[in-house]
């Protein structure tokens, strides 16, 4: 069995083109570098980024959609596997039992539900797999001060805020991600 990393992504692409560079150049390292793709299954935004650049550079794509989101997001027809399940629960536990690691690029509110929840198994011993935030262009600073000021104030203990680690560039989030 190949390596695979879960990529957290948008079913949008953000302003400008720059969002669209990054998920390409994250699903091209991580093919590059070994590893397989599991995504959310859509063919929109940056989702269809990931897994397009992902299968163009001769990678493996596996994609988990709800079936409710099947028709918003387009479920992505060409993939090397496509799981449609009932539920967002459902494609979040199928998406870590098929990742040996985690990260989110740049996205909205679904991108950090999934991201947060994983972080949450990571913290309650559910999952042992390391999770990483992607920084670009600073992208994720204020988060990352967030969860510092969570420390501070004794939300979050020193141990679990080392469960996430981040990078500007993916190739040292994968560098880092491989250390664990």
């Given at each position: 069995?190949?390596?695979?990393i879960?990529?957290?992504?948008?079913a949008?692409?953000?302003?400008?083109d720059?969002?669209?560079?990054?998920?390409?150049?994250?699903?091209?390292?991580?093919?590059e570098?070994?590893y397989?793709?599991?995504?959310?299954?859509?063919?929109?935004?940056l989702?269809?980024?990931i897994?397009?650049?992902?299968?163009?550079?001769?990678g493996?794509?596996?994609?988990?959609?709800?079936e409710?989101l099947?028709?918003?997001?387009?479920?992505?027809?060409?993939?090397?596997q496509?799981h449609?399940v009932?539920?967002?629960h459902?494609?979040?536990?199928l998406?870590a039992?098929?990742?040996?690691a985690?990260?989110a690029i740049?996205?909205?509110?679904?991108?950090?539900?999934?991201?947060?929840?994983i972080?949450?198994?990571?913290q309650l011993?559910?999952?042992?797999?390391?999770?990483?935030?992607?920084?670009?262009?600073?992208?994720y600073?204020?988060?990352?001060?967030?969860?510092?000021?969570m420390v501070r104030?004794?939300?979050?203990?020193?141990t679990?805020?080392g469960l996430v680690?981040?990078?500007?560039?993916i190739d040292?989030?994968?560098?880092v991600l491989?250390?664990k």
């Amino acid at each position: 069995m190949s390596k695979r990393i879960g990529i957290f992504c948008g079913a949008r692409t953000g302003t400008g083109d720059r969002y669209i560079a990054i998920a390409s150049g994250v699903a091209r390292r991580a093919v590059e570098r070994g590893y397989g793709v599991v995504y959310g299954g859509g063919r929109v935004g940056l989702m269809g980024v990931i897994a397009d650049t992902a299968l163009q550079a001769g990678g493996e794509v596996i994609g988990v959609i709800p079936e409710a989101l099947a028709g918003k997001e387009i479920a992505h027809a060409g993939l090397t596997q496509l799981h449609v399940v009932g539920t967002m629960h459902e494609r979040k536990a199928l998406m870590a039992d098929l990742s040996d690691a985690f990260i989110a690029i740049p996205g909205g509110y679904g991108t950090m539900d999934e991201f947060h929840e994983i972080v949450t198994w990571a913290q309650l011993a559910i999952h042992d797999k390391p999770v990483g935030l992607l920084n670009s262009d600073g992208y994720y600073d204020e988060l990352l001060a967030l969860y510092d000021k969570m420390v501070r104030e004794g939300f979050v203990s020193e141990t679990n805020r080392g469960l996430v680690r981040s990078a500007g560039a993916i190739d040292e989030l994968i560098d880092v991600l491989e250390r664990k």
